[in-house]
């Protein structure tokens, strides 16, 4: 006997950012997919601020520009920092908030988040944006307390998506029991380290990208992961070299580090990890990684006069609710594109 199919969603993106056709955002303003994906910016808004004041975290404002970029040469990355000149100084778009929220920790030792955009120099692909929304924390403490937070974090996301917009998401889009079995999740996500990760799935061509000096996990392998494990999964304590030079060592003479990524619906959803508390150590790490620390030199001061251990972690909102609407395409989820832009002014601005 055939098993029943879910129904089919009645409500989908007009994907009327691809062009540049003159009055193409007059559709999305009246299209009910953008209706919809507004409503869940609120209740991922308001419950990140619900959640992070319930665990003792505090919100901070912190410019949009900075001297520091997050992922300046790390190999496992393929982005690219984004340079501007604003009143003649020479600075970069944020690609994360990271380094300005482990200073906010400094001003308030309990935690800090913010939920900003990044801007990143890649290519949009089905699951990449280059200027996206950015979900961030920085906490007191190590990975696993790290870990305990963002469970609970998204258990509570799903949960209020679910309280308040989950009859019309199971309208719109027929299918809400990935969100219902991440809410009544009990226990703790599954976790796993990397060398576990590449033994389980090591046998299967295009999974794990090997470089020589470090590895990392693709796209295929993240999601035969979740087949083979669970499809909520924290894969933690990377290659050193394939993450940037902040992230701890792990207690193998530099070989790994203490980061983790938190795996479901397309893949890696959630990046995290523990900071280099020890100045030596931090300093070893940006020799190790090829970084000049001239270009630090404020975060090694501020590490060395103003140790404290923490950790942090980032998620894209678009990637998280592109989970939630059950799409396969993150360029359908930001309200205002920026997609195919002209790259110089146009005669007539036809676009937001």
């Known amino acids: 006997m055939s098993q029943p199919s879910s129904p089919r969603p009645t409500v989908i993106p007009p994907s009327v950012f691809a062009s540049n056709e003159p009055g ?46 997050t992922c300046p040469t790390a190999l496992g990355s393929d982005a690219e920092p984004v340079p501007v000149k604003i009143l003649g100084v020479d600075t970069y778009l944020p690609d994360s908030m990271q380094f300005l929220l482990e200073y906010g920790c400094r001003i308030s030792p309990g935690g800090c988040y913010t939920i900003m955009p990044s801007f990143r120099g890649e290519e949009p692909d089905e699951t990449h944006l280059n200027q996206f929304t950015h979900s961030e924390a920085e906490i007191p403490g190590g990975l696993d307390e790290l870990i305990d937070y963002v469970n609970g974090y998204v258990k509570a996301l799903a949960s209020a998506i679910l309280a308040q917009q989950g009859d019309r998401l199971a309208a719109a889009r027929g299918d809400i029991s990935h969100l219902e079995r991440m809410a009544g999740r009990p226990e703790a996500f599954e976790q796993i380290t990397f060398e576990e990760a ?78 280099q508390a020890d100045v030596g150590l931090l300093r070893k790490s940006i020799a190790l990684h090829g970084v000049n620390e001239q270009e630090y030199e404020w975060y090694v001061r501020m590490r060395s006069e103003m140790p404290m251990r923490t950790a942090g972690f980032g998620m894209g909102v678009e ?29 007539a601005v036809l676009r937001p």
């Open 198 to 275: 590449v033994r389980l799935i090591g046998d299967v061509e295009g999974c794990v990208r090997d470089e020589g000096e470090w590895r990392t996990l693709t796209r295929k392998g993240e999601r035969l992961l979740m087949e083979r494990v669970d499809e909520f999964l924290w894969v933690h304590h990377f290659d050193t070299l394939a993450v940037p030079f902040y992230q701890a060592f792990g207690d193998d003479e530099a070989r790994t580090v203490r980061a983790a990524d938190l795996y479901f619906g397309l893949g890696e959803i959630v990046g995290s990890g523990e900071r």
């Open 24 to 69: 193409a955002f007059l559709e999305a303003l009246r299209s009910p997919w953008y209706a919809l994906v507004g409503d869940l910016h609120d209740v991922f808004v308001t419950t990140t601020m619900e959640y992070a004041r319930s665990r003792g975290l505090k919100n901070l404002h912190l410019p949009l520009t900075t001297r520091t970029i």
């Open 319 to 347: 990637r998280f609710l592109m989970w939630v609407l059950n799409h396969h395409d993150i360029r359908d989820i930001p309200l205002v594109s920026r997609l195919n832009e002209p790259k110089t002014w146009p005669e």
